[in-house]
């Protein structure tokens, strides 16, 4: 098995100075955990602190991620950031297709396919979100919205097989981000044995599977002791140096 992933997505949380002085202040701290426990940490602040967060860890096996990328390469495109422009920043790895801006910027299926593709011909590994709202849950429809969000994500990585080294997905179920509440044990295994399956068919190049939503210091190692989980996305508890920390040494 390969290391185990912990994705801080910051959001909109922390402002330029805020992502930079929690780079700044935990300096050793994300230094020392990222030696010592073998993982993979990735922090995705938003875009004007990617390059000075990444400046700031320099020296460390920290890794940096962006939250989301254009679906163009370049262009006359007003506000959006291109793959090519992430990768000069010294960012590697790059959140797609989260709930939140399949909502509010209505990401669709087929803009994360591009993007996932604009961000493979960069050597940045895409973190491709996929979950069901809460609607869909109670109607039994997860299968089904997991397919259709699989479908272009694996043509993504078909397509550009060649420049792909690694990729992960991120489940993602909308109710359980932000909410407290987590997926019962037997459903994620579930969930992700078949995820583990489908992608094992589908592609073989190396893949994590991750879980996000809710994620705390008291519930990360059930979560992660379930087979097929390789690591998770942490919203609000990767704010906090000491949560974050200790979800990972755990
Ligand atoms: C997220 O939005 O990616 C997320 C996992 O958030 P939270 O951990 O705050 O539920």
Redesign the pocket.
Known sequence: MGKKMFVA?WKMQLSFDQACAFAHNHLEGLKKVADQSQSEIILCPSFPALYNVKQILKNTKVHIGAQTVSRHGSGAYTGQVSAQSLAQTGCTYCIIG?SENRKYQHESNVDIEQKCKELLKQNITPIICIGESKEAFEQKKTYNILNEQLEFIYTAITELNHHVKHYAIAY?PIW???TGIIPEVAYLTEIFAWLHTQSRKQTDTRFSLLY????NAQNAHNILSIKHIDGL?????SLDFATFEHIIKN
């Open positions: 997505n989260h993602e359980a981000i932000g996000g939503g809710s994620v996305l942490i919203g609000g508890a």
